[in-house]
């Protein structure tokens, strides 16, 4: 069967960057390829259009894009074996419900979900969605995008209510992600569903791209702020272990 030489090639670029244990400067990856470095240049445009590659802005070389995670299908068997141990571990801990969150466009769905011990719980539903920016775990995800996506996220949803405690303000929500980014999680009471209350943390995958949040959640009957912050660290540990497992490298993130 012919095959198609512009996608051949974008593809060759995508993989040359992949393949590297480090960021790529546009000679490299065209001596990679074997193009010329405006073709090499026409193909890297196209990628970095789709998020599939960016560039940094301190040293102008190219390093894999946010979007690469999308790639990678959320529902399939091997993220959520991945995840799942450390979900139950969380759950055995503190009793509540816990969930694996991904974002699909302007929403965020529950791709996993372990139910509470707990006779009075919120009863997650694998699947379900709710906008991006409402409730701790699509706010944790939001907090870790580019700041054009957060931007496209706002002008799009215009932050429509799903409850009276859904952040409505585009500078209140930039301010939320801002803290959050400080503090490495987010709590959120009755922004999905009156009376419920969460925190959760951000995911990273291997090249350091926000992949998807842990969130726990139960009633706000049992779960008030101060229950919240204290059960954040316990949230944040499960985060950063299902990071580590699909290859996310803590110290080289910090060393960059």
Do not use: W
């Amino acid at each position: 069967m012919k095959t198609v030489r512009s996608v051949e090639r974008a593809i060759s670029v995508l993989m040359s960057v992949a393949d590297s244990s480090d960021s790529l400067g546009l000679s490299e990856i065209s001596r990679s390829v074997g193009l010329d470095k405006a073709t090499t240049l026409r193909l890297i445009a196209t990628l970095e259009n789709q998020g599939l590659i960016r560039q940094e802005q301190n040293t102008r070389r190219y390093i894999l894009g946010p979007a690469v995670s999308r790639l990678i299908n959320p529902l399939n068997t091997d993220f959520r074996r991945i995840s799942k141990p450390h979900m139950e571990k969380l759950v055995r801990s503190t009793g509540e419900a816990v969930c694996l969150m991904i974002q699909r466009g302007f929403e965020r769905f529950i791709a996993e979900a372990i139910s509470a011990e707990y006779e009075l719980c919120m009863a997650p539903r694998i699947g379900s969605a709710v906008p991006i920016y409402a409730g701790a775990s699509g706010k944790c995800i939001l907090a870790f995008l580019d700041s054009e996506e957060v931007d496209e996220v706002i002008k799009v949803t215009k932050l429509k209510q799903v409850t009276k405690n859904t952040v409505s303000s585009a500078q209140s929500l930039r301010r939320q992600l801002a803290k959050i980014r400080r503090q490495g999680y987010a709590i959120s009471q009755g922004e999905t569903h009156s009376g419920g209350a969460a925190v959760a943390a951000p995911i990273f995958d291997r090249t350091g791209a926000v992949a998807a949040a842990v969130d726990l959640r139960g009633p706000q009957l049992r779960l008030d702020r101060v229950r919240l912050n204290k059960l954040a660290p316990q949230v944040v540990q499960c985060a950063n272990a299902i990071s580590r497992d699909l290859g996310f490298d803590q110290k080289l993130k910090k060393a960059n």
